[in-house]
């Protein structure tokens, strides 16, 4: 094995770290990330919200809260996130410490072994850059910071959601939910009522986040991403078409992306097509059911590892919305699981 500060094999005359493995470090961090997201998906999977009857009811309460704020994917994610992360918290704990006695790799046991106690943080935005983004807590008074947003700015004053410790960005790094929010300058009264809640002790999670409801604060959020509102809802929905008469197209598109990444689906396909034949499904184009199928498959097991891990990857290599596929990718799981 060649040493980081050994000459490095090519012949450059520079040392390893500084030559050809010099992304050794990224590599390996791009391994431990796809780690920690499946084993995020697996604990998911386990709990299995659609078969959770309190669940669904918080989420019918949640629903007639934040229907006129919120698009139902992001009303979702809340109501699953605040569930099994902030209300009952006891399988989370369970399964993060079973984890830790199981094969990985160190840098993920490290960083799991501080996930056992996810919290909500009210901060603001101090400043950012292209890799990070600094927040100054508005309940503790301590600075924070989390990955910067892929545009490489910020669309908020505040940011308002669930957090993990993440020692990756530091002693004071913070991995926040995808149910997270950014509330903009101009919704300061929002910004107080959570604040005011949250300095008297308040963690129920319908309570928090019905402020939003009472104030008609206009934001939403990315599956995979805390992202501004107004970037998602700019346009003008557009007339939806149902894809009954594409199936074609969608079983074609999911067929080409398994053979892109030489993935053996078999099952799936035909579950796919029994799921094509017999629902009725409205989608603006055929390549938003074909990512929310691929995307059920993965969480289903049905389709192998290999090819795209993240929700926004695969909205990008169909070309569509990551925030489309919620709805659909619900449907079609619920079809492969039954």
Not at 192 to 200: D, G, Q, V
Not at 292 to 316: R, Y
Request: hydrophobic share 35%.
């Amino acid at each position: 094995m060649v040493g980081r500060n050994d000459p490095c094999p090519c012949g450059s005359g520079k040392k390893y770290k500084k030559c050809h493995g010099k992304n050794a470090d990224g590599n390996l961090m791009n391994l431990v990330n796809d780690e920690l997201n499946r084993l995020e998906r697996t604990f998911i999977q386990e709990v299995n919200p659609a078969s959770n009857y309190k669940m669904n009811q918080r989420y019918q309460q949640l629903l007639g809260e934040l229907s006129s704020v919120f698009p139902d994917f992001l009303i979702n994610a809340i109501n699953i996130e605040t569930s099994v992360y902030i209300e009952e918290p006891a399988q989370w704990q369970a399964f993060i410490a079973n984890q830790s006695e199981t094969t990985m790799r160190q840098q993920v046991k490290e960083i799991i072994q501080n996930w056992h106690n996810p919290r909500f943080i009210l901060a603001h935005v101090e400043s950012y850059d292209e890799k990070v983004i600094t927040l100054l807590d508005e309940v503790d008074g301590k600075t924070y910071q989390i990955p910067a947003t892929s545009e490489g700015n910020t669309p908020g004053e505040w940011l308002f959601g669930i957090a993990l410790p993440d020692p990756r960005l530091g002693e004071n790094g913070l991995l926040v939910k995808s149910s997270a929010l950014f509330i903009p300058k101009n919704d300061e009264v929002t910004k107080n009522a959570l604040l005011e809640k949250l300095k008297a002790g308040i963690t129920d999670s319908y309570e928090l986040y019905k402020v939003f409801g009472e104030s008609n604060s206009p934001m939403v959020e990315e599956a995979t991403e805390v992202v501004e509102t107004e970037a998602v809802v700019e346009e003008a929905p557009k007339k939806e078409v149902a894809v009954a008469d594409e199936e074609s197209s969608v079983q074609t598109l999911a067929e080409k992306y398994l053979a892109e990444y030489n993935l053996e689906a078999a099952a799936f396909l035909e579950k796919l097509q029994q799921f094509l034949d017999s629902e009725t499904v409205k989608a603006k184009k055929p390549e938003t059911v074909a990512a929310s199928a691929i995307l059920a498959g993965q969480a289903t097991n049905m389709i192998p590892e290999g090819g795209l891990s993240k929700v926004k990857d695969v909205a990008e290599y169909y070309g569509v919305s990551a925030s489309s596929l919620s709805k659909y990718r619900k449907q079609i799981t619920e079809f492969l699981e039954a």
